[in-house]
């Protein structure tokens, strides 16, 4: 049965986080520390305030280990930038070694005897062995599964081995498979093939089954280690980790897309309960349960809640009968935790903050990725998908008053909650209602999905906005249309992506969610280690568990239609948009201009208003202001860019013409803010409204992300939230007003040379040369940003020095005006 039995405490505080988030929407606040609390905000509106002491991780730890006395704590940092193996002393709370890795992927364990790492090489399709000497890390010896990417697609993920230290079972997430290896000889001794991508696994205490985790369904898989037969039981969607009680007798699975965990009994194989992580009684994915640990006695469970930035705590003394204890916050994004003794250990995959990035994705210097070598993780470069370094918690586990005050701040720091998906903010009167059975005068959504901007980058040069001129490369000259539409509607500059690259992205921009595989690993791919860009629907295990915006579109009878957006090759890539696609608009292709983009759409869209059949909601890629780089020959960043302005403003000012702009809204946002600086912070992006019932030359300073974007495209078709961040983001009701304009937009030509190409013969060309162009980020942004940057202020020029934010409440700033 679903378990979700509050404190009393818990209830008597959901009033007080309601009043927190109305409170939240009257004072606009850019990301960062906020004083008067102590809290951090982050860049969807969610706060941060880690309990415990803190160590210093590498970037995005997936997996901490301890070995078997505890002496050892092992981590695994597996993000985009430098990956690397931690060796930590978790008694005295220090590091002790770390090794540069060149390739890694979550799998880790210790030997028994404690003078051995197992670390999963990652696509290098490899099992390392590190030994342990005088609490030293020696260079590896490799075990291997087969060929490294691309030859084989294998990739470890869990690692365990028996107590003789003879037998080491690993599970594989790319060819979805079991391996047993003897250590001793490093060799295979049987690949057992599995129905999905695995995740972890672990042994039984006899040591008689193998327990493993189907990341890309919805079961256990229960490997006989003497008949070698496999046998399944159900769990949630995306199961991960696993823990077993001492006895073998409790299996505890953490299933991510369903906020719950599942406790088996593994005498019987069956289900005896499922245990809801989450905050608030909801079926909304985004808590992603992910991490799991029991206190020593074995009486209490602690949960990761990766994207609700907090541990769940149960009574599990009596399985079937485990009662909720409460909440302690932790950092972004908890990947895993253990316990030692009266610590819990917690790694957080993001840290604790985001950060501004005026230096830049500045490339580092290129390394040897199949070497090893001692160093630190942490670089000085700013490129978003490696800005967030890791830490790990260290927290004395709470007594039942502290367990009380943790509990209070982490509904402090939610701003969802139980009835805000049934009521979101807003105003009577406004076009935008509060909830779906209210109707809006609009009819008609246009979602056009852009690619990797920031907000300087664009917008740095409005002086009515929040932003640097210093890091503004397409300003008014290049992007007159992007400037006017500010302009002429609303200037949005406190506005946030979800995300950190297109992988995520994409997912975020239309489903309010990115599950915990696509989040785990697009750092891999992002970082040249193997790996494919398997996000927008190319692959099942990245979908949410509930599907797309165009499948709740589908599912609530609202008609709807994709110009490029999730088609590749001329197929739509799920099956809610097989007829519901534009076969002539492309997808993903630089050598496509937007103004052909805009033209197709142009021509399906008179075609369908002649029939009187223009769909209710409409995704459009125009998405080439990515760019090519300087890659010779290429259509230069500042043309790109310049066509991709163009584009929008034809789009606008063909829709403005058309009968139905009286019913009509744009929407046009950046997936991601990957490819370039901005001086409040690294997912700070531009974002433009345009219609009728937009409010016109208005600057507004509310905060924003994505998914109040999609919550306000909901709002208006009537759609439910997808997701709890969907659910709990500030739509835009702020820059509507009910006394339309019905005044058409009138597109501004270009001042730029919209045709010219990349002829300089220079580093930056050179390296351009190289670009693998076909698909979005598969060039290393680290490299594409600086070429940008010196296309367009030159090839001996320096980006900015970095400047360290305090992040300014604008809150406080206004008090200090009035004084």
């Not at 740095?460 to 490369?473: Q, V, Y």
């Not at 949005?492 to 785990?520: P, Q, R």
């Amino acid at each position: 049965m679903m378990l979700f039995k509050k404190l009393t405490v818990i209830k008597k505080l959901l009033l007080v986080a309601m009043l927190s988030a109305t409170c939240f929407l009257v004072k606009a606040q850019v990301p960062g520390k906020i004083e008067k609390t102590n809290q951090v905000l982050l860049p969807n509106g969610w706060k941060l305030s880690p309990a415990g002491r803190a160590l210093p991780l590498g970037d995005l730890p997936l997996n901490i280990q301890l070995s078997l006395s505890g002496r050892y704590l092992a981590v695994t940092n597996n993000g985009q930038s430098t990956q690397s193996l931690q060796l930590i002393d978790p008694k005295n709370e220090k590091q002790l070694d770390e090794m540069v890795m060149g390739k890694a992927w979550y799998g880790l364990a210790f030997s028994r005897d404690e003078k051995k790492i197992y670390a999963s090489g990652g696509n290098d399709n490899c099992i390392l062995t590190f030994q342990i000497q005088n609490n030293k890390l020696g260079k590896p010896d490799t075990i291997k599964l087969g060929a490294p990417w691309p030859k084989n697609k294998i990739c470890a993920t869990g690692i365990t081995v028996n107590k003789s230290d003879n037998r080491l079972y690993t599970v594989t997430k790319e060819d979805s498979s079991l391996y047993v290896i003897d250590p001793i000889s490093r060799q295979v001794l049987k690949q057992v093939k599995l129905p999905a991508e695995a995740y972890s696994c672990v042994l039984s205490p006899d040591e008689k089954i193998l327990y493993i985790s189907i990341w890309g369904g919805d079961e256990v898989a229960c490997y006989n280690t003497i008949t070698n037969a496999l046998t399944y039981i159900k769990t949630g969607n995306h199961p991960n980790e696993l823990i077993l009680n001492k006895k073998g007798t409790v299996l505890f699975v953490a299933n991510a897309n369903d906020n719950s965990v599942s406790v088996i009994n593994t005498v019987t194989g069956n289900t005896v309960e499922l245990i809801s992580t989450a905050l608030y009684p909801t079926t909304l994915t985004g808590s992603t349960t992910n991490g799991l640990a029991l206190s020593a006695d074995e009486k209490t469970l602690y949960i990761a809640n990766a994207d609700n930035n907090c541990l769940a705590v149960f009574d599990v003394s009596k399985p079937g009968s485990s009662q909720s204890l409460g909440f302690i916050p932790v950092g972004w994004y908890p990947t895993n935790l253990k316990t030692l003794g009266n610590k819990i250990l917690v790694a957080n995959g993001k840290g604790f903050t985001s950060m501004a990035n005026p230096n830049g994705p500045k490339p580092i210097k290129k390394t040897d990725n199949s070497g090893y070598k001692k160093g630190a993780t942490n670089t000085k470069e700013q490129y978003i998908g490696g800005l967030f370094k890791g830490t790990l918690s260290i927290i004395d586990a709470p007594t039942p008053q502290d367990l009380k005050a943790y509990t209070k701040q982490v509904y402090l720091n939610t701003p969802f909650n139980d009835k805000i998906a049934a009521l979101a903010p807003g105003e009577e009167g406004n076009p935008i209602p509060r909830t779906r059975d209210q109707k809006s005068p609009i009819k008609h959504v246009f979602y056009i999905i852009k690619e990797n901007r920031t907000y300087d980058q664009v917008l740095g040069d409005m002086a009515e906005g929040n932003g640097d001129t210093s890091l503004c490369i397409f300003g008014k000259k290049v992007t007159p249309n992007h400037h006017a539409i500010a302009s002429e509607f609303v200037l949005l500059d406190n506005f946030y992506v979800d995300a950190e690259v297109s992988a995520d992205g994409h997912n975020w921009s239309t489903a309010a969610y990115a599950t915990d595989f696509i989040e785990k690993t697009w750092p891999t791919s992002y970082g040249g280690r193997g790996g494919n860009y398997d996000s927008e629907g190319t692959r099942k295990i990245g979908d949410p568990r509930d599907g797309y915006i165009w499948d709740y579109c589908k599912r609530a009878g609202i008609s709807y239609r994709t110009y490029g957006e999730f088609v590749d090759d001329g197929k739509p890539n799920i099956k809610a948009l097989q007829g519901h696609f534009c076969e002539q608009s492309p997808g993903f292709d630089l050598q496509i201009k937007d103004l052909k983009r805009e033209a197709v759409w142009a021509h399906d869209f008179d075609s369908l208003l002649t029939a009187n059949a223009v769909p209710q909601f409409n995704t459009i890629r125009i998405s080439n202001d990515h760019t090519s780089g300087q890659k010779k020959g290429a259509i230069s960043p500042i043309a790109a860019v310049g066509d991709n302005d163009l584009a929008i403003g034809l789009f606008i000012e063909h829709l403005s013409k058309s009968p139905i702009w009286k019913e009509s809204v744009v929407f046009i946002l950046e997936d991601d803010a990957q490819n370039g600086s901005d001086h409040v912070d690294a997912h700070r992006s531009p974002v433009f409204v345009a219609g009728p019932y937009v409010k016109r030359n208005a600057a507004i300073h509310q905060m924003y992300s994505t998914s109040g974007v999609l919550r306000t495209i909901e709002l208006i078709l009537g759609l439910p939230p997808m997701s709890q961040y969907d659910a709990s983001a500030v739509p835009l009701f702020d820059c509507f007003t009910n006394k339309p304009d019905f005044s058409p937009y009138i597109a501004k030509p270009a001042q730029v040379n919209l045709e010219q190409r990349n002829v300089a013969s220079n580093g930056s060309s050179k390296r351009s040369q190289s670009f693998n162009l076909t698909k979005e980020d598969a060039v290393p942004d680290l490299v594409l940003n600086e070429v940008i940057w010196k296309s367009v202020k030159g090839e001996n020029s320096v980006m900015p020095a970095p400047r360290r934010s305090a992040f300014v409440i604008l809150e406080k700033k206004k008090k200090d005006d009035d004084d």
